[in-house]
């Protein structure tokens, strides 16, 4: 299977980083999203990752200009999906909205388009008969920053055919991700399946007040030579999802831990517009982070 046309479905977080990044690497996309207003929004936002290509990249103005050439706008689905030979859909992670976008997309896309899910909670079998081609049915997850963060993890279903499974690969890695095979349905792929207990532990020892968030992410950088701790990768994940995670775990055990942190990130952070790395001030203020500077590690 060879893929040139490309469709996204969804401009969010994730969404129009992918369309931006399959553009740069000269597939044609077409970004699909709900309404011609959401779409203007993802255009804006394509000006600014312009911007960090050109930074992270050493992109030049020519392949930037090019990349905006290969992105094209609908907010039909038919029209997006017409010529589309893979479609990766990123829309919100509710069970309930992508079920009800892949039965419309099931009668919407040629035959000839495989579908590949970039959920990065949710299972692809949870979805996979709703498609209508279980055989051409893949996840596909990306890590935020993708064009610096270029994991490409790719995990088939039971129903997945191998032909499909390579090709999702091979588009992986075309697009410049270092492209993860993952055999086995597995929540949280590989990098989720070990980032989030670490970041679970780090939330849970400063709440118990073991130590606080600076020394928890020194310890993690001397011993580790990471280029960042847990609050520091929090911070550029965004607390909303800190949060999210912890109330789940708060409602499910009713652990006093669990029930403390949801409510210290909500009114020490989300409720005063700390959001993280997106509003300029998390665990750590931004654009110059203390524990980028030199002496933190001291």
């Not at 007040?209 to 701790?229: F, H, L, N, Q, R």
């Not at 789940?248 to 020490?268: F, H, I, N």
Request: no cysteine; net charge negative; charged share 25%.
């Amino acid at each position: 299977m060879n893929f040139k046309n490309i469709t996204v479905a969804g401009s969010g977080v994730l969404g129009y980083q992918i369309a931006f990044q399959a553009a740069f690497h000269g597939f044609h996309v077409t970004v699909y999203d709900i309404s011609d207003e959401v779409l203007e929004k993802a255009k804006s936002k394509f000006t600014g990752l312009s911007d960090s290509f050109k930074e992270d990249l050493k992109a030049t103005q020519q392949q930037i200009d090019e990349t905006h050439k290969n992105l094209s706008y609908s907010s039909n689905l038919e029209d997006a999906v017409k010529d589309a030979d893979l479609l990766i859909e990123a829309v919100p992670e509710d069970p309930e909205i992508k079920i009800e976008f892949y039965e419309k997309l099931a009668k919407a896309a040629p035959e000839k388009t495989v579908f590949a899910t970039n959920s990065s909670t949710l299972l692809p079998s949870q979805f996979a008969e709703v498609t209508g081609r279980p055989e051409k049915f893949v996840a596909l997850h990306f890590a935020n920053e993708i064009w610096k963060h270029n994991t490409g993890e790719v995990m088939k279903h039971p129903g997945t055919s191998p032909e499909v499974f390579d090709s999702v690969l091979h588009f992986a890695k075309a697009i410049g991700m270092v492209a993860l095979p993952i055999y086995k349905e597995q929540p949280g792929y590989i990098v989720n399946s070990l980032l989030v207990p670490l970041l679970d532990a780090a939330v849970n020892l400063w709440i118990n007040e073991v130590a606080d968030i600076e020394t928890i992410d020194k310890t993690w950088m001397v011993a580790t030579g990471a280029p960042a701790g847990p609050f520091g990768i929090l911070d550029v994940v965004g607390i909303t999802t800190a949060y999210n995670i912890n109330k789940m775990q708060a409602e499910e055990t009713q652990d006093p831990l669990k029930l403390k942190a949801v409510q210290k990130l909500k009114e020490d952070y989300l409720d005063r517009g700390k959001m993280g790395v997106l509003t300029g001030e998390g665990f750590y203020k931004y654009p110059n982070p203390a524990y980028q500077d030199k002496d933190f590690l001291k």
